[in-house]
């Protein structure tokens, strides 16, 4: 399912008196992370293993249930250098962003819809990845250095914090949240 209007999407999350400042949407298409620096030479290096291990396994003699026993590694090694690609593109493509004056809705998913809330009040942790053409990702919350080699990726126990990711413009939209935050903490102050 491909979103063709974005705020359309959004509308049904949206309480009463909410006001919508900004939407988007991810880039579609292939697209690369810096821990893709560590994944596709790891995913290749999976591969390779799998397939040396395969064929030397394949001599007269060998455990027929040692071979079966592998596949699952097989399995993810193509989910680890392709498949995690293929997902990742369906996943963008299905995704929409939302900035109100309340939160930032996040909502995507490739089998089921999730959406994500996060109160802009309550956002204590947000950090801006610029690339040169302006595009970028916005992380919302505390980012732990040992989990970044997964981005991008669903994997089992793996708890990402929420992003806006790939997304145009990102400083003018980084700027947007910390002026609604701005605009939330000068209400509470008079109130």
């Given amino acids: ?74 399995i993810m090694g193509l989910y680890i250098s392709v498949g995690r690609f293929i997902f990742d593109a ?28 996060i109160n802009i009040k ?6 801006l990845t610029e690339r040169s053409d302006n595009s970028g990702t916005i992380t919302l919350g505390e980012t732990d250095f040992k989990m970044s080699m997964f981005q991008g990726m669903d994997w089992p126990g793996v708890k990402q914090p929420p992003r806006l990711e790939f997304i145009e413009d990102v400083k003018k939209v980084y700027n947007k949240i910390v002026e609604q935050q701005k605009k939330n903490n000068e209400k509470m102050t008079i109130q």
């Fill in 122 to 127: 309550t956002l204590s942790d947000m950090s």
């Fill in 1 to 74: 399912m491909i979103i063709l209007d974005v705020n359309d999407e959004l509308k049904p999350c949206f309480g009463a008196g909410e006001k919508l400042i900004w939407s988007g949407r991810p880039k579609t298409g292939l697209a690369f992370r810096n821990s893709d620096f560590f994944l596709i030479p790891f995913s290749l290096f999976w591969c390779g293993f799998f397939i040396i291990f395969i064929t030397g396994s394949n001599v007269p003699g060998a455990n027929f249930v040692s071979f079966i026993m592998l596949v699952p590694f097989g």
């Fill in 90 to 117: 369906r996943k963008r493509a299905t995704t929409v962003y939302g900035i109100t004056d309340d939160r930032i809705i996040i909502i995507s998913g490739v089998f089921s819809r999730t959406v994500n809330s």
